[in-house]
C-alpha cells in the first residue's frame, strides 16, 4: 500500500448492493493492479464474494458495519441513524483519515452531499461545493458542474466551479488546455442574470490556466463545445435528467420503430451490437457517476441503480483524481483567484 | 371568411424563406380548407409562389412589405428598422387588427418575443407571457413552459404559466383534464426555491379547473408524467436545448454505430423506414415550434430552419388553438385567479 491508492468504498449504498460494488472492484483492479481497496459493510455478505476473487482479496480489506443508508432516507434522517456507522459515513471517513484517497459510494445523493460536506469540509475559498459529471458528447466527453449539490449559485460560486471543473477536465479527461463555457440562454438581450454575467467578467479578466470560452447554451453540451459546462445545480441537474429523459425516450423510440416491420425487424437483428454499444453510451451521468468537487478529498457518487460495470467506471474516475491529485490543482487554481493562502488548507487532514 | 379563422404568416423569417412557408400553408390547407391565409413578404416572391397553387390562391391574400428581420438582428436592431414595417410586425398586428386570429412565423425568436408584447400587450393579470412548447414524450405528448420568453420566473408568473400551459394542453392536445407539474430537482431536503414552494402552495390551494401534481424532474418530461411542466424561462430553455443536443448527438451515435460492422449496415438498410419515423419524433421544439402564451392574441413561433413541414405543424397548432379559443379559456381560468375583471382585457383588442 505505501505510496499507492487506497479507495474506500461504500458498499452497502445503492440497489444492488454489495455484489455490484464487489464486481465493479473485480473489474477495477484488473486495470489498476496496485490500488488498495477498503470495503465498508456488512463482513458476512463481503467476505464470501472477496473469498471468489483471490485477487481482489489480496488488495482489499473489509471494514465492518452492517448500518446502511437507504436510498429512500432523508439526509437528515441518514445523519441521525447512520452517523459514524453506516457504510457511507465510514467511507467518506477513510478519506477523512488519509487512509483512503478516495471514497466511492453507489447510496442517497442527498445523504453522500451532507456527509460529504459535513466529514470532509470545504476547501479554503470555497463555500458551495458541487457535483461534477462527466458528459459524453461528439468530439468525447465534457465535465458539467453543478448536477445537483446546491440549488443556487452566485457569481463567486460558479467562478469556483469553473476552476474546479477544469482541473477536473485535466485530471479525470486528460485535456491539457481544457475549455469552459457558462451555460445560458441565447436571446441577446435577456442573456443571463447578473451572477451569470458577472462570472463571466471574472473568468475573462482572471489570468487562470484555462480557455473561457464564454456562454454557452443547453445544446452546446452534447455537442462538444466546451470541455466544461459550468452552471447553478438547479439548471445542471434538469439538464443531466432531462437529458437522461430524453435518451431513454429514443431508446423507447428505436425499439417501437424496430418492430414496425418484417424488414426491420431484421435490420434490428443484424445491427443488435451497434444497438449495444449505443445503449451503453446514451445515459449522460448514469454510466460515470459524479464527482464531489470543492472538498478537501475526493467523493465520487455511483449511479443509485448501478451494476458492475458502472461502479467501475467510477471507481476508475476515483482513482485517476487520486492519482493525478486534483485537490491540489484545485488549490493552485484557487491560490490564484484568492490569494495563496487557499492552498494551506488542502494539506492531508490531520486524524480527528 | 365570414366566421371562419384568418392566419397571419411572416413569410419573410426563417432560413427558409418565402418558399417553406407557402409551402406549409399549402400543406396546412388540405387539412384545414376554411382557412384563410395572410402573407405578409415581398409579393414578387409571394406570387409565382402561390400561382402555382391554385387552391392555396383562392383563400389567400398578400400583403406586401420587403422588410425582413434578420436572424441575426437584435430585438431593438428589428424595432429600429423594420417596426410597422417588416413582415414580421405586420403578421402580429393583423391579430391585433382583429383581422387574423393568430400569427405564425419561423423568424429571430428575440425580436417576435419583444414585438408579440409590444403590440398584442400581456393579458390582464399576466406580467410575464410565456413561450410554451409541445414535447414528445412516452405517453404522447406534453407542454412545456417557459422554454425562453423570461429569464426570470416568480411565485405568480410560474402559476400563471400552470393555468396557461393546462389551456393549451386542453386546446392543443385535446387533453380534457390535464394534469400539471412544477419542474424541480431532486433532493428532498434541497428542494427547490421560494417561488417553487410558493407557487405549489397556490396551485395546491387554489379551486382551479386541473389536477396539479405537484413537482417533477428532468427525466420526467420525457416519460410524460405529467400533461403540462411548467419552469422558468432560463431552465426551460436549457432543458429543451439540451434534450435537442442529446437528440442530435443519439443521432450521431447511431449513424456511427449503422457503420461499424456489415451485418450493421444490412441492418441500416432494412430499418431505414424505422430510422426515418424515429428521426421524425426525436427533435422536441422542433417540428410544431412553440407558442406564445399571455398575450391578448395568439403568436406561434416556429422553428428557424422550419421546412414545410414544420411550418404545417405550427399552423395546424395555431388553427387548433385559434378554433378552440384559447385565449377566452385562459381568462376564464385567471379570473378564477385573480378575481372576474381578469376577462374584462380578453375581447378582441380595438384597431389602434
Not at 87 to 115: E, F, H, P
Request: charged share 20%.
Amino acid at each position: 500500500m505505501a505510496g499507492g491508492i487506497t479507495i474506500a468504498l461504500d458498499a452497502m449504498g445503492g440497489d444492488l448492493g454489495c455484489a455490484a460494488v464487489v464486481g465493479g472492484a473485480s473489474i477495477a483492479r484488473v486495470r489498476h493492479p496496485d490500488v488498495h481497496y477498503e470495503f465498508h459493510g456488512d463482513r458476512a455478505l463481503l467476505e464470501p464474494l472477496l473469498d471468489a476473487d483471490a485477487l481482489l482479496k489480496a488488495v482489499s480489506t473489509i471494514h465492518h458495519t452492517d448500518v446502511a443508508v437507504s436510498m429512500s432516507d432523508k439526509p437528515s434522517q441518514a445523519l441521525r441513524m447512520g452517523r459514524r456507522v453506516s457504510s457511507m459515513w465510514l467511507a467518506i471517513d477513510a478519506v477523512k483519515q488519509g487512509r483512503a484517497q478516495a471514497a466511492v459510494s453507489c447510496g442517497n445523493t442527498g445523504a453522500l452531499t451532507v456527509m460529504s460536506r459535513m466529514i470532509l469540509k470545504t476547501m479554503h475559498g470555497i463555500d458551495r461545493p458541487a457535483l461534477a459529471a462527466i458528459w459524453p458528447t461528439m468530439r468525447g466527453e465534457s465535465v458539467v458542474l453543478d448536477v445537483g449539490a446546491n440549488v443556487v449559485a452566485e457569481q463567486k460560486n460558479l467562478v469556483n466551479f469553473a476552476i474546479m471543473g477544469e482541473a477536473m477536465a485535466r485530471t479525470a479527461l486528460g485535456q491539457p488546455h481544457p475549455t469552459v463555457g457558462l451555460l445560458n440562454i441565447g436571446a441577446e438581450e435577456m442573456k443571463g442574470n447578473e451572477d451569470l454575467k458577472g462570472a463571466a467578467q471574472i473568468l475573462r479578466e482572471t489570468d487562470l490556466n484555462f480557455d473561457f470560452h464564454g456562454f454557452v447554451e443547453g445544446n452546446d453540451i452534447s455537442k462538444g463545445t466546451v470541455d466544461v459546462v459550468v452552471t447553478d445545480g438547479f439548471t445542471g441537474n434538469v439538464a443531466i435528467k432531462t437529458a437522461e429523459g430524453m435518451a431513454r425516450l429514443i431508446g423507447d423510440y428505436l425499439s417501437n420503430a424496430m418492430r414496425r416491420s418484417l424488414a426491420s425487424r431484421i435490420g434490428y437483428l443484424l445491427a443488435r451490437g451497434a444497438f449495444k454499444v449505443l445503449r451503453q453510451r446514451m445515459d449522460p451521468g448514469r454510466s460515470n457517476g459524479g464527482v464531489f468537487l470543492g472538498l478537501n478529498g475526493i467523493v465520487v457518487k455511483s449511479h443509485g441503480s448501478a451494476n458492475e460495470s458502472s461502479v467501475a467506471a467510477a471507481l476508475g474516475l476515483a482513482i485517476d483524481m487520486a492519482q493525478n491529485d486534483i485537490i491540489n490543482k484545485i488549490a493552485a487554481d484557487l491560490a490564484v483567484l484568492h490569494g495563496p493562502e487557499a492552498q494551506a488548507d488542502t494539506k492531508t487532514p490531520e486524524p480527528a
